[in-house]
């Protein structure tokens, strides 16, 4: 389902917009259940399970190398076409249950576009 190379396209961090000039220093990679995510000089690397018999899909991450190293995220997802949405949960936090960063709901919304 995410397989490939992805663009950030929008975005908040905790509750603030990304900014659109910031935008273009994000990158992601998905190979199989592995991720690799890159801005500015910082790296996420990990692994993911995804949940699609959940409304909304499911996602676990755990990254092995960046700012969450060693923690489990819990978010949610929706795709549709070439772009997909993705939001998580401080780590410890229960999932969010709506794709927002606004009133401390979760801490990150991403919103990818495939590269072709």
Same mark, same amino acid.
């Given at each position: ?7 950030? @396209?929008? +975005? *908040?961090?905790?509750? =603030? =917009?990304?900014?659109? *000039? $910031? ?5 992601? @990679?998905? /190979?199989?259940?592995?991720?690799? @995510? ?6 996420? #690397?990990? &692994?993911?399970?995804? !949940? *699609?018999? %959940?409304?909304?899909?499911?996602? !676990?991450?755990? !990254?092995?190398?960046?700012?969450? *190293?060693?923690?489990?995220?819990? +978010? ?5 076409? #070439? $772009?997909?949405?993705?939001?998580? =949960? =401080?780590?410890? $936090?229960? %999932?969010? /249950? $709506?794709? &927002?960063?606004?009133? +401390? ?12």
């Amino acid at each position: 389902m995410l397989q490939g190379n992805w663009t950030l @396209v929008s +975005g *908040e961090l905790e509750g =603030a =917009a990304i900014p659109e *000039e $910031e935008l273009a220093k994000y990158s992601l @990679v998905i /190979t199989g259940n592995q991720h690799h @995510v890159k801005w500015s000089n910082s790296v996420l #690397d990990g &692994t993911h399970t995804i !949940d *699609e018999s %959940r409304s909304p899909i499911a996602i !676990d991450s755990i !990254d092995s190398a960046g700012l969450f *190293e060693g923690m489990r995220l819990e +978010g949610i997802l929706e795709s549709s076409g #070439d $772009e997909f949405s993705i939001c998580f =949960a =401080a780590p410890g $936090e229960p %999932r969010p /249950t $709506e794709f &927002t960063t606004q009133n +401390g709901k979760a801490i990150i919304l991403h919103k990818w576009k495939r590269q072709h």
